[in-house]
C-alpha cells in the first residue's frame, strides 16, 4: 500500500493580512499629513516581507523601510516599484545594485564615498538619507562629523553624483514611559542637524525620526514621515499599553497539533534537567515546536491553547517540542487528543505574544521576528 503524505503544514504561522491593512490605515489617520514608511526588514518582523509590502502599500504607505540592501533587493525582484530606503551596510554592501533598482541608501558617514563611487561607475545618481546619531549610539554620524558629511555630500550632489533626500536619526527611549525628557533632547539635536544641512544647500525633503513607540505617542516627532514598525504587526511597544489600548489588531498567530498524549505518575519529571515534576497522577501532551522553530527555550509556563482550554508549558523547551501538563485524570484520552487543534497565541486562543514573550523575558518584536523557516507561513488575504 503506497503511503500517502500531507501536503498541510505540521506547523504554522498565519499571516491575518485584514489585520495588517486596518493597522497600516489606523496609522496613516493618526499621523496625516505625514507619510509612512512600512518598515518590513527581517523578513517584516517575521511575518513575510513580500506580502507584508503589497498589503501595506495598497492600505495606504507609501514608502518601505529594510536595514539591508539586499532585503530592498529582494522586494524589488518581486515587482514592489514603492519608494524604499536601506539603512544599514558594511564594505560589502551592493551599492550598485541599490542605485541601479532606485533603492534609496541612508548614510552614516563611512559609506558615503563608497556609494559615491558607485554611483559614478552604475553613471546614475544616488538617492541618498543622510543619518544623524542623536543619542542611540549606534548607526549615524556623529554631531562633530555631522557638518563635514553635509559639506561633502553637498559637494558630490552639485557635481550630480547623488540627491540628499532626507535626513533621520532614530530614538533610544520613545518607548519608556518615562523617556519623553531623552526624546527632547534628540528631537532638538536632529532640529539643528536639518539646519545644518540647509545651510550646505541641501533641501531635505523628507525628514523623518519617528519610530512606531514615537509615532504613537509623540505628535510632534510625525515631521513629514513616519517609520511604522512593530506598529503595523499590532503588537504595542509599551510595557503599560497592549495592542488593543492602541486600536491595533494582532497579524500573527502560530499554531500546530498535539503529536502525543500519554499518561504520568507523581513526581514524573518532564524534559531536560527535569526543572518540571508532576505533582498528581497527570496525562501530558506533547507540542511538536522548539527553539528550531523560533520558541524560546527561556518560556517557563508559557500559556498554550488546546482545543478551547489554557494550559502552561511544563519544563523546559527542546529544540523540536514542548510538553503540556493536561492536569486530568491519567486514564482520561479525551483530554487533548492526538491531533487536537494547538495555539501558542493568536485569533483563537486570544494568547498575546507578549504573554510569551514576558514569558520567556524579551519583547514581543523578538518573539515573532524569530518564528524559524520551517513554520510556514499562510497568509490569509485582505478581503
Known amino acids: 500500500m503506497a503511503t500517502c503524505w500531507t501536503s498541510e503544514p505540521e506547523r504554522w504561522v498565519t499571516i491575518d493580512h485584514s489585520a495588517l491593512a486596518h493597522n497600516i490605515h489606523t496609522i496613516a489617520q493618526w499621523v496625516k499629513p505625514a507619510q509612512v514608511m512600512a518598515v518590513v526588514k527581517a523578513d517584516g518582523y517575521g511575518h513575510g516581507a513580500v506580502e507584508v509590502a503589497q498589503t501595506a502599500i495598497a492600505a495606504g504607505a507609501t514608502w518601505l523601510g529594510t536595514a539591508h540592501i539586499t532585503e530592498a533587493l529582494k522586494l524589488r525582484e518581486a515587482g514592489i516599484t514603492a519608494p524604499l530606503l536601506a539603512w544599514l551596510h558594511t564594505i560589502k554592501t551592493p551599492f550598485h545594485a541599490a542605485i541601479e533598482h532606485n ?11 563608497a556609494v559615491a563611487q558607485a554611483a559614478r561607475n552604475a553613471d546614475l545618481p544616488a538617492r541618498v538619507h543622510l543619518k544623524i546619531d542623536t543619542g542611540l549610539s549606534r548607526n549615524g554620524a556623529v554631531p562633530e562629523i555631522w557638518d563635514d558629511l553635509c559639506k561633502r555630500a553637498s559637494e558630490l550632489q552639485q557635481a550630480g553624483i547623488l540627491r540628499v533626500v532626507g ?21 532638538s539635536l536632529y532640529h539643528e542637524s536639518v539646519e545644518t544641512a540647509r545651510k550646505h544647500g541641501l533641501t531635505v525633503d523628507v525628514r523623518h525620526v519617528a519610530n512606531s513607540p514615537a509615532l504613537l505617542s509623540r505628535p510632534d516627532t510625525h515631521l513629514d514621515m513616519v517609520r511604522a514598525g512593530v506598529a503595523i504587526y499590532g503588537l504595542s511597544p509599551f510595557p503599560d499599553r497592549t495592542a488593543e489600548d492602541l486600536g491595533l489588531r494582532p497579524v500573527m498567530s502560530f499554531g500546530t497539533t498535539v503529536a502525543n498524549n500519554k499518561p504520568a505518575d507523581v513526581g514524573t519529571g518532564v524534559s531536560y534537567g527535569y526543572a518540571y515534576r508532576c505533582e498528581l497522577p497527570t496525562r501530558l501532551a506533547l507540542i511538536p515546536a522548539g527553539y528550531a522553530d523560533g520558541v524560546p527555550r527561556t518560556a517557563v509556563g508559557a500559556p498554550v491553547w488546546i482545543e478551547g482550554k489554557f494550559y502552561r508549558v511544563a519544563g523546559t523547551i527542546a529544540m523540536d517540542q514542548f510538553v503540556v501538563d493536561l492536569q486530568t485524570d491519567r486514564n482520561d484520552v479525551t483530554t487533548a487528543p492526538v491531533g ?31 518564528i524559524g523557516c520551517r513554520v510556514p507561513r499562510v497568509h490569509k488575504q485582505w478581503v
Open 167 to 187: 535626513v533621520f536619526t532614530h530614538f533610544a527611549n520613545a518607548d519608556d514611559p518615562d523617556g519623553d525628557a531623552d526624546v527632547d533632547a534628540q528631537l
Open 103 to 113: 533603492i534609496d541608501i541612508g548614510v552614516s558617514g563611512p559609506e558615503l564615498e
Open 340 to 370: 487536537a487543534e494547538v495555539e501558542l497565541f493568536g485569533e483563537k486562543s486570544g494568547i498575546s505574544s507578549d504573554a510569551w514573550a514576558i514569558a520567556a523575558g524579551t519583547i514581543n518584536y523578538e518573539l515573532v521576528t524569530r
